[in-house]
């Protein structure tokens, strides 16, 4: 089993930046895709972005240029990098891990708050 614990999430201005951290216990993530959702009041979690062995990192259009996922194996941790960051950008934020497109394991997500 594989636990996922977020941090990093807070209120902060248009335009400020925030960074998120996903520690993961129990068993390592190393050799997993990785990946970051998002889910706003009233709307379905989206996909933010995601670290693929095979593909390398995929962003949704909206965040591209502005965040960045990375992984760092000897912690077994994960992050999502948020600058310029948008009103719209606001959800609690969730950090996962699987295979493809079968997504195992869930942190509880951390609230990411933007005021205008």
């Known amino acids: 089993q594989v636990q996922l614990v977020e941090s990093g999430g807070g209120l902060v201005q248009a335009g400020g930046s925030l960074r998120l951290s996903c520690a993961a216990s129990?068993?390592?993530?190393?050799?997993?895709?990785i990946g970051w959702f998002r889910q706003a009041p009233g709307k379905e979690r989206e996909f933010v972005a995601r670290?693929?062995?095979?593909?390398?990192?995929t962003y949704r259009d909206s965040v591209k240029g502005r965040f960045t996922i990375s992984r760092d194996n000897a912690k077994n941790t994960f992050y999502l990098q948020m600058n310029s960051l948008k009103p719209e950008d606001t959800a609690v934020y969730y950090c996962?891990?699987?295979?493809?497109?079968?997504?195992?394991?869930w942190g509880q997500g951390t609230q990411v708050t933007v005021s205008s």
């Open positions: 670290i693929n062995w095979i593909s390398g990192t």
């Open positions: 129990g068993r390592t993530v190393n050799s997993r895709d």
């Open positions: 996962t891990a699987g295979n493809g497109d079968n997504w195992t394991y």
